[in-house]
């Protein structure tokens, strides 16, 4: 019984929605950010990074700036991670 309770209260721990905060800058400032097709703001902006269900879940951050384009950065989970180990604390944008 110990045993049980023991490996679902460590399953709980491991599937519990995690978050992240991470800054996004671009060079010049002022791109329109989005996180899988979610509006996001302007840059630079701090963001605050949901968990997304499911294993090697994909977070694609994409900015454009009018007269200079789109970019686009994916990061991919890798098993057993969560944002906090995907993302970084900081991205940029350089569309010079």
């Not at 302007?42 to 949901?50: E, G, H, M, S």
């Not at 950065?73 to 350089?94: C, H, L, M, R, S």
Request: aromatic share 8%.
């Amino acid at each position: 019984m110990k045993l049980s309770i023991t490996l679902t209260a460590g399953l709980m721990l491991l599937t519990a929605a995690c978050s992240t905060v991470t800054h996004v800058t671009s060079n010049p400032s002022g791109a329109d950010v989005q996180l899988n097709g979610q509006h996001l703001g302007k840059t630079p902006l701090t963001a605050k990074v949901n968990d997304i269900r499911g294993m090697r879940s994909i977070y694609s951050f994409t900015a454009s700036k009018a007269g200079y384009g789109t970019q686009r950065k994916n990061y991919q989970e890798v098993w057993g991670a969560d944002p906090t180990a995907t993302i970084p604390n900081q991205i940029n944008f350089d569309f010079k």
